[in-house]
């Protein structure tokens, strides 16, 4: 653990990690499920590569903002796809683990598990007053053709009750394969419930989008939440009062970035949000240590703290999944 300056609290979001910064990718999340609920398709997905922020805007603000669209309290639950399975029992185990944070005790059938899982959905639905649940799959790239047909059954058990499982699966890169994969084996009525539509889950792609998200750092966050005040003013309160902000610092940080693709990048130009927001930390931990502001947010600083952050690395790695 780092060590802390005295007026920093060891728990504030910052230190502990536990937060995110609402961006421009997770309202267009939010409108693109909200769409597809809409038009009531019964599975799609959405694919970016890894450290883009998916898993975050899942967890911190998807149902919020899927309430606030759809005008009332939402049965959505998300499963965090642990591995592969060889039996149903241990496929319906895990799902109803990841869903309902409850372990099942003694030895139960496959038949039974499944049925437990349809009755809790079905609850959920009918204590937010509808009849669609929501069920988000991250990790879904691994998912096997076994796995598509056992959580098949499951929708079709709560369709033969009346109500609708829409299933939206998060990979890290394109699943059009899986869809050609299920057509060669035989079941394309697979990929027709579970694969209907795609949706990219974008980086950071502006020098508008970063002071977009830069501001949630100096003036949207709180802590103590109610009540308290903004990440940046937490750390460098003298500089938060001279007006000095992070959004400011948006061009320097964009020219880092860019300097930081590689040398043969080409097309669409996006950014990793958790390597920004690891930069970020980082710039006001040392603003916390009294360290000048202009020397931490020149385009010299922000080079090198991404590249110990081993941006340059990763955008290689991920560069046929942008």
Known sequence: MRRLPDHISSDHPIVTGRYAIFTPAVAALADTLGDWLDKKITGAYIYGPSRWGKTRAVQWYLKSLLEERLGGDQPLHIWIRPL????????????????????????????????????????????C????????????????????????????????????????????????????????????????????????????ESEEELAFILDGYDEQSRWPASGGVSYLEHFAPAYFGHQKRLAGAAPSMWRALVALLPSDHEGRISFPMKHIALAVEDVLFQLAFGADWEDVTSVEAWVDTLTTHRLADHMRAVALDI
């Open 84 to 127: 592969t399975f060889n039996t149903p029992g241990e496929f319906y185990k895990s799902l109803h683990v990841g869903v309902t944070h409850q372990f099942s005790k003694g030895r139960i059938s496959p038949n039974d598990r499944l049925i437990m899982l349809r009755e809790f959905f079905l609850a959920s639905a009918d204590n």
């Open 129 to 204: 007053r509808t009849t669609t649940v929501i069920l988000i799959i991250d990790e879904a790239q691994g998912m096997t053709t076994k796995e598509w047909l056992w959580l098949l059954s499951l929708q079709n058990l709560m369709d033969q009750q009346g109500y609708v499982l829409s299933v939206f699966s998060i990979a890290s890169h394109q699943m059009a394969y899986e869809f050609d994969l299920l057509t060669r084996t035989g079941n394309p009525h697979v990929g027709a419930r579970f694969l209907v539509d795609q949706w990219r889950f974008p980086g950071v």
